[in-house]
């Protein structure tokens, strides 16, 4: 239950975040990446939908920084570049 008290707390000064933010009418932000919390900006790669389904269906999407991303996928020993993303 602590546990999940920090997560709400987390996601309640988030939001409390993005919405004191000035937001300029022509930029986009993509805000934090699931893996390092920090922002991201719009590049030729970034950001990275990061999505996950449940075997009953139900399903997530994050944004993330390719290079994070990148750097979390594992490089198993017996099949090297196994998961070596394509695009970035």
């Known amino acids: 239950m602590r546990n999940g008290l920090?997560?709400?707390?987390?996601?309640?000064?988030?939001?409390k975040r993005w919405?004191?933010?000035?937001?300029?009418?022509d930029s986009v932000?993509?805000?934090?990446?699931c893996f390092c919390g920090c922002d991201i900006e719009s590049t030729g790669v970034d950001p990275c939908r990061v999505t996950v389904e449940t075997e009953a269906?139900?399903?997530q999407v994050w944004?993330?920084?390719?290079?994070?991303?990148?750097?979390?996928?594992?490089?198993?020993?017996?099949?090297?570049g196994l998961f070596?993303?394509?695009h970035f």
């Open 6 to 15: 920090r997560w709400r707390e987390f996601i309640t000064a988030l939001g």
């Open 19 to 25: 919405r004191r933010d000035d937001h300029d009418e």
């Open 29 to 33: 932000k993509f805000g934090p990446c």
């Open 57 to 59: 269906g139900k399903w």
């Open 63 to 80: 944004s993330c920084h390719a290079r994070c991303f990148k750097a979390r996928l594992t490089d198993p020993p017996e099949a090297p």
């Open 84 to 86: 070596e993303p394509s």
